[in-house]
């Protein structure tokens, strides 16, 4: 018998048939048949009344709906040639379909509610059927007991059977579905039989960034229930002690509650149920005379508990309410625990509030995705996502964007971290605009307030969930203000935020929206800083502000929910969000996005394990956005990226703030050490609900990065949200001098004060271990009137210089010593440095002014504006020939490189000594008016009969401005020229401009003749054509670039036109319009056509600064380890560095990489005053035992970015087409034995507003007409001298002194 239809119809495709059959929403408990089971460290699976049904089951799979056996169900069938397939379990993990992923766009065209799938294969629509026989226990049946079917999650239709009746039909992949067995199941064996559709209707609402993954995904049992037993509960439990109970009871056979019969409740503090020493209260509810409707009756009880412990993140105190129906002889028919948290979260004065204090969120966005299994997500990995947040100073964890397992509730109450729990509501592949959004169609209303409704219910009673939100990137109207309303009447005890509550469809990085009224919060998508800042003001002084009328009803908290786009090589600018959110009351924090690296663990062919991400599954036309899901703070395995670090100290509870005259001085502003006062230390107390008596206060003084005193304060305890009194670190003028070896002179020492909170003890809930560090800070050091103290040793010692020099046609070879140094003339590089006759470079140390693309640099375009620097040190060349200047003591060969095509120049002087090769550059950006018109570089169009600038809005082209903005650049570039090299009259070219935008990358497309009348404007018989920013690929060249002025160069300010590539002879043409902007078409030259509509002013602005300005080598094998003085010990860049401090470090080569997932820009190192590159034990010889990098101004100066590798920077790179990168996967990186070395003035910030448009902000960019000048030394060391340099040797305290002591 095949599976029996209880509806007719097409329910997968129907948006309001979002369930059927299945059991009302409740609260998460597990009921056990005797208390002693129902004890918080009791599991399910031990009581008799569950029956567990993870495990393997029988599993058939069809590539499309409908194709299933039409018997499935049917218990006589024989399923032994079905496959197998683990429950909980992703089909695509399993071997059945493949991993899709996509972030905004659907898997499937968007057509709701249908479903056409993008791919090739228009049906594919994967479907799954499952069995499993499952022995029903006699008694069960005897005893009557209510037997309920658990799934606890399922992707994204499911339909159920039991011995081949349908039971129901069920929507929403994240939460659980129940169904009732009871009266349809017999005594032993059932078969239990389920149909599982990837997409229908619901799958429109579940457009998360995310795999596409099917399946079962979270626990499945049956459990069996008495006939009259506790159906739903709900705990409420504020800060003045009250604690509120509501039960639903239910008789399933409508018989009256038995005489005697008790709700009874018992209070513990949590791990002390049944100590009776312990209980804080016990009460009954009679339950006898309780009167049903529809066999169910709610009973209520409320008491005041007095003394509670109140429960936050910080101090997470949870108590355990003992919940039992009893009967009149004492005995428990069931029984279960109930994490209780006495809190209230209120917003008052326009601030979240907890307890009464103000909130500060520290959070992050977290899916549920585990490397190996997907979206089956385990209780262990819970946890270590739970304490690795804990330890990087995350308070809060937004559940993105859906339920979440309930055991992670559950978790957060225990550890202590605040939670946003989100509806699985995300439709961001159907456009906001009213008119189109789900968000505001009647019809998708069910669909919108089943999936609230459901998850409310379920995840009432967990302390930790502070608010509810109505969902994600879903757009607004009817359906969700219907669903805000609902939520604020079923539970007025929590806020209920929505990031899509405003009136404007889109939102803006920098310009504020205007707030609807359905969310109680203002959660903003990624706000620059300077957005953060006008919504202060705006809430600080509203009159006359520009922005007053986008506050909506009424003034709301700023917690951003989401911000700091993770993706790759990211967090720049973190420090200044929070400098600004510490500024500012009304901003209370916000959600990093997001948690983890989806990557899934997956083995090349050539048996390299790696991380799987968009476009490593399926076949042609497999939709992807391809590594867009990679954009976590720790990566799939869960170890923290770089910028995890960042984002712990910045967030730290505990700031120390150096005090000079009783005021707090600037971060990094340097201390006075004096003969007489102390350096004072004030700490800065940011937690909301702890003193700081749980942490050790340390301190250490250090000499060039190395150790030298140390010591503890008293005990702090400032409360808080307060600043402690100064506490004194007893260094003196007197006390550095006695530190110091005395060889060694005081102008050769940088100071710095390193300051560390950690944990003392492990007393109480939420503590982490002893000895964990929470906060640390660093502060330099000044000591000028040690400085005054000379030593014998500070002078170098200068010797006349008695090499040689040999000029040739290609090389100037210096000779010094055991050391030869060769000068390519042409190039104007260092070729050759050797060593006691051995070479140790493989490559020249040339110029470089590219490092590989981030992935913000590709999200922003800047790896397509910056083109023209890819290989402009490469190709840079001498130009005025080579100087040789001789000295006493060294020799100096001068070069001016011309550099691209725009005038830069770089010159560069290498002064050869006797143990040593001094480098000097001096960087002279294109000079203003210098300015060329380069393939591939920003230009603009200036209209010459309409006198404004074509401009580009979405794909419509038309002229408007007259100035020249970015808003209005385009790209013009030639496949015939490299990126960087001058337009010239003839060229094919590709007219190219950012179209838009999505959360995923910048659209950028080219303009075409289009198909369709002519613009209003247009002359007729002109044979005129619409032109529209549509062409793709974006760089296919569809016009001829030619010069008013005839053949040549074209140059900035040059007139031109553009003549369509395709043969119809049409020009590019701008019309004047009555009363709207100046039209853009294709035309023929004729009547009513003047030759001025065709022809545009060229303009240029300046070329873009490029991504670093330095200079690279790669060095040949056997280097092994490095040392540096400057900050790490983890990369550091120009706008994140606030998580290093400046010390002596050392490590292997090898693990200066960090290798994010997709390889790009890596491993840079700060302020670095000096590296040495080290070979290894068995590969040291008597020539070179190490190579040292220093930099010359040192410690006058700054450091200078320095970082080494073991694999070919070349492969951590980009090109233009992101789909070409040769090496896409960390995994596929292989080490060599050379090692590539960078040594650069500047490199600009990662940025990290986002990853699809914002630049790094403009203080950490490189300003294209800043010059700039710097120097290092090249210090070949043998084994002698690395043993002078040892920090116990007691001759010297850093490499840095050798460098000093080699007079150049």
Same mark, same amino acid.
């Given at each position: ?10 329910? %997968? ?64 069938? *024989? ?7 683990? !429950? ?105 039989? /389920? ?115 109140? %429960? ?125 959004? /789900? ?71 920098? %310009? ?67 400098? !600004? ?51 976590? /703070? ?166 006349? #210089? ?47 002014? %590219? ?155 080219? #303009? ?66 009555? *009363?709207?902007?100046? !039209? ?15 022809? #545009? ?39 994140? #560095? ?167």
């Amino acid at each position: 018998m095949g599976p029996q239809p209880l509806q007719e119809g097409n329910e %997968w495709f129907d948006p309001q048939a979002v369930g059927r059959g299945r059991e009302e929403p409740r609260a998460t408990f597990y009921a056990f048949e005797s208390k002693q089971l129902a004890l918080e460290s009791a599991d399910w699976r031990l009581s008799k009344r569950f029956i567990d049904l993870n495990g393997t089951w029988k599993f058939a799979w069809a590539p499309h709906l409908g194709e299933l056996p039409s018997d499935f169900a049917d218990p006589t069938l *024989d399923d032994a040639p079905w496959g197998d397939m683990p !429950v909980p379990g992703n089909w695509e993990l399993n071997g059945y379909g493949f991993p899709i992923y996509t972030n905004v766009i659907y898997v499937f065209e968007s057509d709701p509610p249908w479903i056409t799938y993008r791919g090739e294969d228009k049906q594919y629509n994967p479907t799954g059927a499952y069995r499993r026989y499952i022995d029903i226990p006699s008694e069960w049946v005897e005893q009557g007991l209510d037997i309920i079917l658990h799934i606890g999650a399922v992707c994204s239709g499911c339909r159920a059977f039991l011995n081949g009746t349908e039971l129901g039909f069920s929507t929403d992949s994240k939460l659980p579905t129940e169904f009732r067995l009871t009266g349809k199941v017999q005594p032993g064996r059932n078969l239990l039989a /389920l149909e599982v559709v990837c997409w229908g209707a619901g799958a429109y609402l579940e457009d998360q960034d995310m795999w596409w993954f099917a399946g079962i995904t979270r626990d499945v049992y049956v459990y069996a229930r008495p006939q009259q037993h506790i159906r739903d509960i709900e705990v409420r439990a504020f800060a003045d002690g009250t604690l509120e109970v509501d039960a639903q009871i239910l008789s399933i056979t409508g018989a009256a509650l038995p005489p005697g019969a008790n709700l009874h409740c018992e209070l513990y503090p949590k791990g002390r149920v049944g100590d009776f020493t312990a209980r804080r209260v016990s009460f009954a509810v009679p339950l006898e005379y309780q009167k049903l409707v529809d066999n169910k009756v709610v009973v209520k009880h409320s008491c005041k508990v007095q003394g509670v412990d109140l %429960w936050s993140a910080e101090v997470p105190n949870l108590y355990s309410l003992l919940v039992s129906f009893t009967l009149a002889d004492g005995s428990v028919s069931e029984c279960f625990c109930l994490n209780v948290g006495f809190r209230t979260v209120e917003i008052r004065d326009s601030r979240l509030m907890l307890n009464g204090h103000e909130l500060t969120i520290k959070g992050v966005n977290r899916h549920e995705h585990v490397q190996h299994t997907g979206h089956v997500v385990g209780r262990e990995s819970m946890l270590q996502d739970i304490l690795l947040m804990k330890k990087h100073n995350f308070n809060a964890v937004r559940c993105a964007h859906y339920p979440n397992d309930p055991i992670f509730y559950d978790l957060c109450d225990e550890y202590g971290l605040y939670v946003v729990d989100e509806a699985n509501i995300e439709s961001h592949g159907i456009d906001f605009a009213p008119a189109t959004t /789900l968000g505001n169609k009647p019809e998708w209303g069910p669909s919108h307030m089943a999936r609230v409704q459901r998850y409310v219910e379920r995840d009432k009673n967990y302390p930790c969930i502070l608010f509810w939100s109505l969902g994600n990137e879903a757009g607004n109207g009817v359906n969700h203000h219907s669903t805000y309303k609902w939520v604020k009447q079923r539970d007025p005890t929590r806020p209920c935020q929505y990031e899509h509550a405003r009136i404007e469809p889109g939102w803006s990085t920098e %310009w504020l929206e205007t707030i609807d009224s359905n969310t109680d919060i203002f959660c903003p998508m990624y706000p620059s800083q300077a957005k953060l800042g006008r919504y202060a003001k705006l809430v600080e002084l509203p009159e006359d502000n520009e922005w007053k009328g986008r506050l909506g009803d009424r003034v709301r908290p700023l917690i951003m929910v989401e911000y700091a786009h993770a993706m790759g090589n990211t967090l720049g600018g973190f420090q200044e969000y929070w400098d !600004v959110i510490y500024k500012h009351g009304i901003l209370q924090g916000g959600f990093i996005w997001d948690w983890v690296d989806q990557g899934i663990l997956k083995k090349t062919d050539e048996g390299r394990e790696i991380w799987a991400y968009g476009g490593d599954y399926g076949g042609k036309g497999t939709p992807s956005d391809h590594n867009f899901c990679i954009n976590g /703070l720790v990566q799939p395995d869960r170890l923290p990226g770089p910028h995890l670090l960042e984002a712990k100290q910045v967030q730290q509870p505990v700031a120390f703030e150096g005090v000079v005259d009783g005021s707090a001085v600037e971060r990094g502003v340097a201390l006075q050490v004096t003969g007489s006062q102390p350096i004072l230390v004030q700490l800065r107390n940011r937690y909301d609900f702890r003193s700081l008596s749980h942490l050790e206060i340390s301190w250490s003084v250090l000499a060039n990065g190395v150790v030298l005193k140390s010591g503890l304060f008293d005990e702090v305890t400032t409360g808080p949200h307060s600043v402690s009194e100064p506490q004194a670190v007893p260094i003196y003028t007197d006390t550095l001098s006695g530190l110091l070896p005395p060889q060694v002179s005081p102008g050769d020492v940088e100071w710095h004060l390193n300051l560390s909170a950690k944990w003392k003890n492990q007393k109480g809930p939420g503590c982490l271990e002893v000895g964990h560090e929470e906060a640390y800070a660093q502060i330099p050091l000044l000591c000028d009137e040690l400085k005054q103290r000379t030593h014998a040793a500070q002078a170098p010692t200068s010797r006349p #210089f008695a090499g040689e020099v040999s000029d040739d046609a290609g090389e100037v070879r210096i000779s010094s010593g055991d050391m030869v140094v060769g000068i390519n003339k042409e190039k104007g590089v260092i070729s050759g440095l050797s060593y006691r006759g051995e070479e140790l470079l493989a490559a020249p140390l040339s110029p470089n002014f %590219w490092r590989p693309v981030t992935d913000n640099d590709n999200g922003a375009n800047l790896h397509k504006d910056m083109a023209a620097w890819r290989h402009a040190g490469r190709d840079a060349v001498v130009v005025g020939g080579v100087n040789v200047e001789t000295c006493d003591n060294s020799v100096t060969i001068k070069a001016d490189l011309a550099v691209g095509f725009a005038g830069a120049v770089l010159s560069v002087a290498y002064t050869v000594g006797h143990s040593g090769v001094l480098v000097s550059a001096d960087w002279k950006p294109p000079s203003e008016g210098a300015t060329r018109a380069l393939s591939g570089n920003a230009a603009f169009l200036l209209s010459k009969a309409a006198n404004k600038h074509i401009h580009v809005e979405g794909s419509k082209v038309h002229a408007k401005w007259q100035s020249m903005g970015d808003w209005q650049r385009l790209t013009i570039s030639s496949p015939d020229v490299p990126a960087g090299e001058p337009l010239q009259d003839g060229l094919p070219v590709a007219l190219t401009a950012v179209t838009g935008k999505t959360e995923a990358e910048l659209l950028v497309h080219g #303009f075409q003749v289009s198909e369709g009348p002519a613009p209003e404007g247009v002359p007729e018989g002109c044979q005129g054509a619409p032109v529209a920013a549509t062409g793709s690929p974006a760089s296919q060249p569809r016009w001829i670039l030619k010069r008013v002025a005839g053949p040549g160069e074209v140059a900035p300010q040059d007139e031109v036109y553009f003549v369509a590539s395709d043969g119809s002879e049409r020009r590019l043409a701008c019309f004047l319009v009555k *009363d709207h902007d100046p !039209v853009v078409a294709a035309v023929k030259l004729g009547e009513g056509v003047d030759e001025a509509n065709t022809i #545009f002013t060229l303009q240029v602005k300046d070329q873009p600064a490029p991504a670093k300005v330095g200079f690279k080598t790669t060095l040949r094998d056997n280097f092994e380890d490095v040392e540096w003085f400057g900050r790490g010990p983890h990369e550091s860049y120009c706008d994140r #560095f606030s998580s290093t401090m400046v010390g002596r470090y050392q490590g292997a080569i090898l693990d200066q990489t960090f290798k994010y997932v997709r390889p790009q820009e890596n491993g840079n190192k700060t302020d670095t005053r000096w590296m040495v590159l080290k070979r290894g034990e068995k590969s040291r010889r008597p020539g070179c035992s190490s190579l040292l990098v220093a930099a010359k101004e040192w410690p006058s100066g700054e450091g200078l970015n320095m970082q080494c590798h073991r694999y070919p920077m070349e492969e951590f790179d980009m090109p233009e087409d992101r789909l070409q990168q040769r090496i896409k996967h960390a995994g596929e990186l292989t080490a060599r034995p050379e090692t590539d070395l960078c040594v650069d003035a500047a490199q600009m910030g990662v940025g990290g507003i986002d990853s699809w448009g914002n630049k790094p902000l403009p203080q950490h960019m490189l300003d294209s007409r800043k010059p700039l000048k710097w120097s290092f030394l090249l210090q070949p060391l043998s084994v002698e001298d690395e043993e002078k340099a040892s920090c116990g040797s007691g001759n010297s305290l850093t490499y840095g002194v050798i460098a000093r002591q080699s007079a150049l």
